[in-house]
């Protein structure tokens, strides 16, 4: 064991950074002499945020921008969006993939004007930002898109976030971080980030294991408050053109024998349940059943889920599988949501991607 000297403690492990990765290793090459030597190193030269553990450097990298979008036509109320470029931010915005073991850093871009979030502030001495928490997969303080972590962007600046989608191990006790997640800023109007939330500045995570099954088509179904899915209602909720439908946020389209994806959050205050007429999925971690004897027996399959605040989860289903094309409705379950508009459809094409005569329009 080293001997470390009385006056000064040990210092605490400070991983690298994964931007000075190269600078650091160089000037180690001089420098390290001892462990000390890594801490004191990387204390001069951190800029980015810390890995997680088990995190050395990213395997990929991404951009997100946070964007301010034209407002709720209905309500007249701000929406905010993110994208993977400035042109395609959305709400929900753009689905994370991710495998487990890998290592992401995302860097976000906040050009949502100060001005805008300004009137989103609730108490006038929060600051003006925006972040990116994430649900599930795993981060140190300096991503975790909180104010009292200082992880959050000023409009116009950037900051990069690190994200660990950890390994199951057995033998160390993990379970790991495969499963349907969700990601959403944490810094508009409070320290809460509810008015981002209120906004639209949320979207799905899917983190897989190796082996998973791939979906054709993955779409993300936010359940909020105003009897909302993706802060919309009614007609709002489902703008598929009859005889062009185009895949997006408003338009659940499929066809028939196509693996189909739902990753389903809930935020704001209500309880929900999420219903899709005409298909069930298994109650594991993919909706996806597989194996054989007791463990398939004990699993339910069910075509209705509870949703709370904070939520997430996910299922697979294949569209229109032993019961055609047509319109499936997708709604929830509680009677007075739903009447208030809190339905959209499934859009099952036949295997020419026609909705054969008979089925109508909704
Ligand atoms: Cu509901």
Redo the contacts with the bound molecule.
Sequence with gaps: MEATPQSSPPAPRRPRSWRAYLLVEAVLLAVLVGSGGLASAAGVLTAAPEQPEGCQRPDRTMQLYAMELPRDPETGQIRLGYGTSAESASYPGPTIEMVEGECLAITLHNEVPATTLAQLRTDPNHPLGVSLHVHGVKYTQQSDGTVHSGSFVPSGQSRTYLWYAQKRNPEAGTPGTAGYWWYHDHVVGNAHGTQGLNSGLFGGVVVRRPGDPRPDRTYVSV?GDR?TINLRRGAAADTCDPYNPQPGPTCLVARKGERVEFIVIGIGN????WHLHGHSWADTRTGVLTGEGAAVDNTPIIDNRT?GPGDSFGLQVIAGDSVGPGHWMLH???QF??DAG?STMLHVLDENGQMPPGHGHH
């Design positions: 359940f009897q209500d309880m929900h349940t949703l929830c379950h509680m949501h739903s809190m």
